[in-house]
């Protein structure tokens, strides 16, 4: 019985981002079928978990979410079921005791969706990253997957209360393998180098993403 819940939330999630915000997902080819991986996303709108949640599946996939986020019961089960974890605005400042509970979903073979940003964007622009995805990566020898969801903070910024109408695509970008980068590079180099990488990709489709949509 719980499975038939699961995929009717599931299907009616899928729904509603498909009819109103269009959903669209490309690039599922760069992620690795056997690995779990972490799938670094940029972090624009609470849109974003949902959405790259369901554009992972079938597989599982892992994320620490605020609690204040489960308090309705149709929010609440989906959430759960699609692998989040409710944690508290105080346990969110423990990055040392976060690190460890997601280091250990990669452990136990679970994907990971983390936003190295921290937090929702204020104004749409890109906010300087954290090292924890890259600490993890190397701790934990999983591949970094950049994400990138366009479309999100025109469709639900923090400043709206309502979703609005506007398309969402999620996009898969290259893998970064850590134990692809070369042997020389000091631990730091490598926590530096798959940050910078992540970066690239958040600014290169930020970019086409403002050709399509300028901002005033």
Avoid at 25 to 31: A, D, I, L, P, T
Avoid at 59 to 77: C, Q
Avoid at 90 to 95: A, E, R, Y
Avoid at 134 to 153: D, E, M, N, R
């Amino acid at each position: 019985m719980q499975k038939v819940i699961y995929q009717l939330t599931r299907l009616l999630a899928l729904l509603y981002f498909k009819l109103y915000h269009r959903l669209s997902v490309y690039g599922r080819e760069s992620v690795p079928s056997d690995r779990a991986v972490i799938l670094a996303s940029n972090h624009a709108s609470y849109l974003d978990p949902p959405v790259v949640g369901l554009g992972f599946y079938p597989r599982h996939l892992r994320f620490v979410s605020w609690d204040r986020l489960f308090k309705l019961a149709p929010m609440r089960y989906f959430l759960l079921q699609m692998g989040a974890v409710p944690v508290s605005q105080t346990d969110k400042t423990s990055s040392a005791a976060l690190l460890r509970m997601v280091m250990s979903f990669l452990e136990d073979g679970d994907s990971v969706y983390i936003a190295p940003e921290g937090h929702r964007t204020y104004d749409g622009n890109i906010a300087p990253l954290e090292g924890g995805v890259a600490v993890l990566s190397l701790k934990t020898g999983a591949p970094v997957i950049p994400t990138w969801v366009g479309g999100a903070y025109r469709a639900m910024s923090r400043h709206m209360s309502f979703p609005r109408p506007y398309k969402i695509t999620l996009t898969f970008g290259p893998a970064i393998d850590p134990f692809a980068l070369p042997q020389t590079m000091s631990e730091k180099e490598k926590r530096q180098y798959i940050l910078n990488k992540i970066n690239e990709f958040y600014y290169m489709m930020d970019n086409k993403d403002r050709e399509k949509h300028p901002r005033k």
